[in-house]
Structures are given as structure tokens and as C-alpha cells.
């Protein structure tokens, strides 16, 4: 069956019509994907956006109003994922600056707040995946907040060490956690 218009699919969308979902689908993936490359996102999180728009369209199929431009639509979810994106990303920025710069004001905004909880548990499983010794001097530094001088004393090792180490935790975060800025 050929659809001419994006309204023929839409109402097929609200029968659970996968076919008509693949269709909208190969007709606008890359103009989103196109879309969100404009907000100098790499490519792999650009083609995370299409999928969320994607399955957001797909969960919503039911509420999509066939009379309204779906394309106006579509791209509305896009925005949405978009900005969401690099909200989400701003504060993997700030919560990494915060383990550079040991400063972190606490956020305002509930949201914000949930975000934070949820950035520190991800955050946290990368710690433990840090050698011992240099997560014992991560977590000194940065949770404990001893200075270079008592961690060098308690651990009876230089500050140079602990440097290191401390600058190797960072660099292992940051290039797991793929954070560009």
C-alpha cells in the first residue's frame, strides 16, 4: 500500500500500523539526524536522537493529531530530545568540573537535583572501575577532601604520586564518559 501523505500514515500509526511507522521512519530519520548534527552533536549522539524521537512518535502514536503537520510534530520531539540531550550533558560537564576544580554549587532547580543523583550514580560506577590505590586516592581527594598533603601522609607516599594518580582519574573519566566540551 503507497502513502502518499503523512496523514494516511499517521491513522495508520493509531491501528499499530508498523509498516506505516517504517515508512515515516525511512522518510524522515535523516532530516532529524541532519537536524540534530546542527547542534555540533557527534554522530553517534545524533542517531540516539532519531531513535528517541522515533520511539517517541511510536509511544505516542495514539495522541498524533492527523490533521497537524507530523512533520512539525516530529521535529518538536526532536527539539525536546535535543535540548534534554545537552542539559544532560552540561551537568556531566559541571559534575566533572567539580572533581577538577573541587567546586560545585548545588543546584537550584528540582530537576536539576534528580539529574545530579542520577549523573553521580553513573559517575560512581566509572570510579569503581578505577584501580584500587588510585580510586583510594580519588575518593580521598575528592569525597574524603584531604589535601595532596594528608593523602601523601596517610598512604605514606609523595604528593607527586598522588598528582598522578589523581590526574589519571580524570583523564580515565573523562574519556569513558566520552564528554566533549
Known amino acids: 500500500m503507497r502513502y502518499k501523505d503523512d496523514s494516511q500514515l499517521v491513522d495508520q500509526l493509531h491501528l499499530n500500523n508498523t509498516q506505516a511507522f517504517d515508512v515515516l521512519f525511512r522518510r524522515y530519520n535523516g532530516k532529524v539526524y541532519r537536524f540534530a548534527l546542527k547542534f555540533n552533536l557527534s554522530q553517534a549522539d545524533a542517531e540516539e536522537i532519531v531513535q528517541e524521537a522515533f520511539c517517541g512518535i511510536w509511544e ?6 492527523s490533521g497537524k503537520k507530523f512533520e512539525s510534530y516530529l521535529f518538536g520531539i526532536a527539539r525536546n530530545q535535543i535540548h534534554s ?3 544532560k ?4 560537564i559541571k559534575y566533572l568540573d567539580y572533581f577538577e576544580n573541587d567546586t560545585l554549587q548545588q543546584a537550584t532547580d528540582p530537576y536539576d537535583d534528580l539529574q ?10 566509572y570510579i569503581r572501575m578505577l584501580p584500587p590505590r588510585r580510586r ?3 575518593e580521598l581527594s575528592r569525597f574524603d577532601r584531604l589535601t595532596y598533603q594528608q593523602i601523601a601522609k596517610k598512604l605514606n ?4 604520586t598522588v598528582d598522578t594518580q589523581i590526574r589519571h582519574a580524570l583523564n580515565f573519566l573523562k574519556n569513558n564518559l566520552k564528554i566533549n566540551s
Not at 505516542?60 to 493529531?65: K, L
Not at 550533558?89 to 556531566?92: D, H, I, P, S, T
Not at 607516599?157 to 607527586?160: A, C, D, F, L, P
Open 60 to 65: 505516542n502514536r495514539a495522541n498524533i493529531d
Open 85 to 87: 540531550f545537552l542539559r
Open 116 to 125: 545530579y543523583v542520577e549523573l553521580k550514580q553513573f559517575l560512581s560506577r
Open 157 to 160: 607516599i609523595s604528593e607527586n
Open 89 to 92: 550533558k552540561m551537568l556531566f
Open 136 to 138: 583510594e586516592i580519588f
